[in-house]
């Protein structure tokens, strides 16, 4: 039964649970207490009862033993006599015995058959029969003297207690479920909300969030980090929708590109010369899906929690001034001139990746520049950071433009890129790797007169990294 995996049911059966135990010990705690205090008092009115009667008797020269003759019955005065006969509602009576049984005094109040009582010397003793409590004891002269009393209005009392006890005993326990599962309620609500809305993104709608009213309780903290995960989740499927999207169209004009030249080299019967150009066309456009596949596996590798972290030292001198030189001829094509200012730096990361953020960033800029212009790449020390940084001197990039730039795919100058073959992932590429050494990069730009990019990251491998 779904009754008995409900959270809230299970809280408010031990919560009535303990309510009940808590409420039935203290009633019947209070009960007995007042019980022995109703006995208690009776016994205390028998005792002197039972002291005026013995005193009575020794004053009035009561029998010592069997062998004197008894009188008929202790002679009380007027105002002893009304102890027992006189008090309404109380009905205290006596009986006296004689050792061999015989009964020789009793009060007008006291009912008929009652029972000589197993007298022993020593302190009074007491009984019960019914609605009666009697008080019974031995005198020295071997004389047994019972006083008593009916206490049914003591049990009367008793019951109106015990059902006004019960009553609200009742009354307390129906407040304490009540409030019990209002507070259950109240503080198993989030917990719902977290599964209403956690239903409803497995469902697809990844815009729902938690909503808070207790940003500070326990829940509320859960709450909060859930919808960062949330958020985060639905951005991380919306890149990878947009991802998706892009690398289509990416792919597409290669694929294009290889069915039009392979259908009409295929068409008809076609010169050597013709077949060749076909064949390199394909060739050309193979490249550039192999270079698009092995930006896009790079990317998902550093996209991969289980990817590694680059790890070793490298002289950053080095690779930057060997990325230098295998870019001069691209420079000398573009017709720019390509500077270094390199100091001697070890620092942590991979050869090869730094590799690629050096001549990613340095293309970037040489393809990017203008007829004439220069491109500088620095290396240098900054406290306890690596410090990459190239300038260039070309059409620099709009304000706007800046906080998209490292976005996959993303193109400052569309038309331009897509001519010349790149994908718009370099971006992207480098700045997962800086940010994959625990670092940093930023850039600085002013239409018409160039750009500066610069990464950092610290020469102490971070935990972790």
Not at 110 to 132: H, I, K, N, Q, W
Request: proline residues 5%; charged residues 20%; neutral net charge.
């Amino acid at each position: 039964m779904r009754f008995f995996h409900s959270v809230r049911w299970r809280l408010q059966l031990w919560h009535g649970l303990l309510l009940v135990l808590a409420l039935g010990g203290f009633g019947l705690t209070a009960w007995r207490l007042q019980c022995a205090n109703q006995l208690g008092r009776v016994d205390h009115e028998l005792e002197q009862r039972m002291g005026i009667i013995e005193g009575t008797m020794r004053s009035r020269n009561a029998p010592a033993s069997a062998d004197v003759p008894p009188p008929d019955k202790p002679r009380l005065s007027s105002r002893e006599q009304n102890l027992f006969d006189g008090t309404p509602g109380q009905s205290f009576y006596y009986i006296v015995w004689l050792r061999d049984g015989r009964q020789i005094a009793a009060s007008a109040s006291a009912p008929s058959g009652v029972p000589r009582p197993g007298c022993l010397p020593g302190p009074p003793a007491f009984r019960s029969r019914g609605t009666l409590r009697e008080c019974f004891h031995e005198t020295p002269a071997g004389v047994c003297v019972l006083v008593g009393r009916d206490i049914r209005e003591e049990h009367d009392a008793l019951r109106r207690t015990a059902w006004l006890m019960a009553g609200a005993g009742a009354a307390v326990l129906v407040l304490g479920l009540a409030g019990g599962w209002l507070i259950a309620a109240r503080a198993l609500r989030p917990i719902t909300e977290i599964s209403a809305t956690a239903e409803k993104i497995s469902n697809g709608d990844l815009a729902q969030r938690i909503r808070m009213t207790d940003s500070e309780s326990e829940l509320g903290r859960l709450s909060r980090d859930l919808n960062n995960t949330f958020a985060r989740l639905q951005a991380a499927f919306a890149r990878q929708a947009q991802f998706t999207a892009d690398a289509s169209h990416e792919l597409r004009t290669p694929i294009t590109v290889v069915l039009t030249q392979t259908q009409a080299a295929l068409a008809r019967e076609r010169p050597a010369a013709e077949y060749r150009e076909s064949l390199a066309a394909c060739q050309r456009a193979a490249e550039r899906m192999r270079g698009l596949m092995e930006s896009l596996l790079t990317l998902a590798r550093f996209d991969s929690a289980e990817a590694p972290a680059s790890a070793g030292h490298c002289d950053l001198s080095l690779v930057a001034t060997e990325s230098v030189e295998l870019l001069r001829p691209l420079a000398v094509e573009q017709g720019v001139r390509l500077e270094a200012d390199i100091m001697p730096v070890h620092c942590p990361g991979n050869a090869g990746e730094l590799s690629q953020v050096v001549t990613n960033m340095a293309s970037n800029a040489i393809h990017h520049n203008r007829p004439g212009g220069s491109v500088c790449v620095s290396v240098r020390l900054e406290a306890d950071f690596a410090v990459l940084a190239v300038s260039d001197t070309g059409q620099g990039i709009a304000p706007e433009e800046i906080p998209h730039i490292f976005e996959r795919f993303y193109r400052v100058d569309k038309a331009r890129s897509s001519a010349d073959g790149r994908s718009g992932l370099g971006l992207a590429i480098i700045k997962a790797i800086v940010e994959g050494l625990g670092g940093t990069i930023e850039v600085t730009s002013e239409l018409g007169k160039g750009s500066r990019f610069i990464a950092r990251w610290p020469l102490a491998t971070r935990p972790g990294k």
